[in-house]
């Protein structure tokens, strides 16, 4: 997993031989493939061969965890499964993620971000009311379910420095996308509210959204009654104070469409980096609606390192999506590029102890 691989795990990702076209993450030299797999090494295995399983059953006898992503029933095809690899290791922490979970009436499907989104709730309430639903412009359920994945693998491993035992840790895209609905699931939860679509409104929280300015358009986040204090008076609005419209939280989500017009008509007077500049010395937040290329052009975002170069054999000088935790005993850096199919097949079986007739005998038999 690329978390663990950031912060120094060796990692192996097991491919398909002669799968060159990248299995997960589209063409190999392509964006997405690239920021996935960097700092792990490449290893060809056809798990379909038994010599290519017994390679497999014997490097897991030494890892520390084993991290898949079959649909449910495939592992168990295999032979390499949670309980399989248990047999030879009781410290492994085997790590599963699907598409919704691995048993259950939907337990055998196949996953995809997208569908996940959809019956997880997420594009109900995503974009404008009246609209009909809206994915994410990134895979939300994909990325929360690794990140969930990588928090169960840790917790894992400190548990098992107390009790000598690995475990399974399963996630699905249906569980992380759910569980990534947060306040807007428990609204249901809890008082029986079916969130809806709110644009670029936030549900709750009002006047907090995208407001139109002289010459495009800025976010303004004024929560709470002392940020919205003195977003009033940046507004030179006072009156929005004791307005009974506008007094409340409750009374500005009841009449949010009101209260926008009103602030729009204030914002297209000035421009974008006045307004942002004024707020955010008024202790009011405010920001820039950025392109994803004026996002690495941001002062604050090159400051935070956000863009991590690395050096690929073919691509050449390349940079990737940097880590967003730092931490003052550990390091990220980008240790190795993307590798290729196969690159480090023999490296890791010498490792293993497999001697260079072994290996050859493994390749003859197209494990490798």
Known sequence: MRQLADWGASVVKIER?????????????????????????????NLKAPAGRDVFLHLSESADVVVENYRPDVKHRLGIDYETVRERNARIVYASISGFGQDGPYGKLP????????????????????????????????????????????????????????????????????????????????????????????????????????????????????????????MGRPDWMTDAAYATSAARSANREAMNAEITEITRTRSSREWVETFNAAGVPAGYIYSVDEVFDDPQVQHLGMAAPVRHPELGDIELVAQPVRMSGSTFTVRRPTPALGEHTREILAEAGYDAAAIDALAEAEAI
């Not at 076209?21 to 589209?26: A, R, Y």
């Not at 690239?34 to 792990?40: E, G, M, P, S, V």
Request: glycine share 16%; hydrophobic share 40%; aromatic share 6%.
């Open 17 to 45: 031989p002669g799968d060159t076209g990248g299995t997960m993450g589209g063409a190999r030299l392509g964006p997405d493939f690239q920021n996935l797999h960097r700092n792990k090494r490449s290893m060809a295995l």
């Open 111 to 234: 996953g995809f971000d997208q569908v996940a989104q959809g019956m997880g709730g997420l594009m109900s309430i995503t974009g404008a009311p009246g609209q009909g639903p809206m994915r994410a412009g990134i895979p939300v359920a994909d990325l929360a379910a690794g990140l969930y994945t990588a928090i169960g693998i840790l917790t894992a491993i400190v548990a098992r420095e107390r009790t000598g035992a690995g475990q399974w840790v399963q996630c699905s895209l249906l569980q992380a996308q759910v569980a990534m609905l947060d306040f807007q699931a428990e609204r249901w939860l809890l008082d029986r509210e079916v969130p809806g679509q709110a644009g670029n409104d936030h549900p709750t929280a009002i006047p907090t959204g995208v407001f139109e300015t002289r010459d495009g358009h800025i976010n303004i986040a004024a929560t709470g009654d002392a940020i919205y204090e003195r977003f009033c008076t940046v």
